[in-house]
């Protein structure tokens, strides 16, 4: 049995504190946190009822205690440990001078704040702090959903209103970003993403019964030619890629992004106002569904008569079945499901 040298050695800030070493008390480290104990020992010294492993004395107790500690500090994200006073009182001073109705939330541990900020178009941004044990001194890590990375400059004297000056400059800077994919969100029929976050640079947009433009803004050039790839059949996607090739000079910066698109494609988007959603949102042909995997049907048959969308998951392990069917590199040759007409699919399904 291990002695009193052995648990010194271990525990050196747990100290006995009676003549029969049957109680104990101080701290154990963990983590480079020191956690608080008081054990009492039965008159025994037996351990058999400990609810750790077989730990013959409390030597042994203490080892497996302090690796159970490290162990639930590592896993354990959301344990809150108590921070220095002197944490709290410049935190709260520091939501006091920001103004309390800019919190949208605040955690029980005071650990996670959420700040609200309307930018000048009246949307509404959060931003999420999460602050460590050594705020002011180091700065929170920040949280936000922007389509660009968002670095605030900090120095040991700043504060939180510091944050929210640079995040309200960060929005403004964004403006017309947002502007472009708003205008775009609210007329057209955006395809995907379905539920478009304000870090989203992508959007599919309706143009016909499946046929779409999936335009890829640059956020910090949102006035400028958006990268655009064409999705459905050859003959309906091939004069719109002829259009925008032959029309790109008259792309015009002093006018909004799909007023420009428009232009220079030649068409009119399908309205919101006139048209459904299910008129563009056709169920792939194999499994029966829209969405799949959080994918929707992006293939479609070249046959003028025939049309139909598929997944692209589906029509490769349909024309994968196929007898048939052939591979070359990344091109499957094979026949539609539903014309039996030639049909081919590229793994890549980014075409200009």
Not at 136 to 159: G, K, R, Y
Not at 209 to 222: A, G, K, L, M, Q
Request: hydrophobic fraction near 35%; charge should be negative.
């Amino acid at each position: 049995m291990a002695g009193p040298a052995a648990l010194l050695r271990q525990c050196p800030l747990l100290l006995p504190q009676n003549r029969e070493r049957t109680a104990y008390e101080g701290f154990v480290s963990a983590q480079g946190i020191d956690f608080h104990i008081r054990i009492l020992l039965p008159t025994d010294f037996q351990l058999k009822n400990a609810k750790l492993h077989s730990c013959p004395d409390l030597s042994s107790f203490m080892v497996e205690l302090k690796t159970i500690l490290e162990i639930a500090l590592k896993n354990t994200q959301d344990l809150h440990i108590p921070r220095p006073p002197e944490y709290y009182s410049c935190l709260v001073r520091d939501l006091e001078i920001l103004g309390w109705n800019k919190v949208a939330y605040l955690d029980t541990g005071l650990t996670t704040i959420k700040l609200k900020a309307e930018d000048s178009c009246g949307r509404q941004h959060l931003i999420t702090l999460k602050l460590n044990a050594k705020y002011p001194t180091e700065p929170p890590d920040c949280l936000v959903d922007f389509p660009v990375p968002f670095a605030i400059s900090w120095m040991p004297q700043s504060s939180l209103l510091d944050i929210y000056n640079q995040f309200l400059v960060a929005l403004e800077s964004l403006k017309e970003f947002w502007d472009a994919m708003d205008e775009i969100d609210g007329k057209t029929w955006v395809l995907e993403p379905e539920n478009p976050t304000r870090s989203a640079t992508t959007r599919r947009i309706a143009i016909g019964n499946n046929v779409s433009v999936s335009v890829e803004v640059d956020p910090r050039h949102p006035a400028m030619l958006p990268e655009c790839y064409f999705l459905g059949a050859d003959h309906a996607v091939n004069p719109l890629r002829t259009k925008l090739n032959n029309n790109m000079h008259l792309w015009d910066p002093e006018i909004s992004l799909l007023q420009n698109l428009k232009d220079l494609l030649e068409i009119d988007f399908p309205s919101r106002a006139v048209l459904e959603k299910s008129d563009f949102a056709k169920d792939c042909g194999i499994c029966y569904a829209y969405r799949l995997n959080g994918t929707t049907p992006d293939q479609v048959c070249d046959d003028p008569r025939c049309g139909q969308p598929f997944h692209q998951a589906c029509l490769y392990e349909w024309l994968q079945g196929l007898p048939s069917s052939r591979q070359s590199f990344n091109v499957i040759f094979g026949e539609c499901p539903y014309c039996n007409k030639p049909l081919t699919l590229k793994s890549s399904m980014k075409k200009l």
